[in-house]
């Protein structure tokens, strides 16, 4: 139903690139484990796609709202 929905907002190729981007995203692992992990780990878990890499940064701009992170 939300595809359907999604696709009758932007279209079939918006849509399409949409839940691929989601799909990827959905993949990255918690942004809390990989602040955790020792950096040559963390640096393994660093996506290539550029979908996935504007996941990565939300997550962190989100995560680094908390004062506590630093």
Do not use: W
Not at 2 to 7: D, E, F, G, Q, Y
């Amino acid at each position: 139903m939300r595809s359907l929905a999604v696709n009758g907002l932007v279209g079939e190729g918006v849509a399409v690139q949409f839940f691929h981007t989601l799909e990827e995203i959905g993949q990255l692992p918690p942004i809390e484990k990989l602040m955790r992990m020792r950096p040559q780990d963390a640096a393994r878990q660093v996506p290539e796609t550029l979908p996935s890499l504007y996941g990565l940064a939300y997550s962190l701009v989100r995560y680094s709202t908390d004062l506590s992170h630093f």
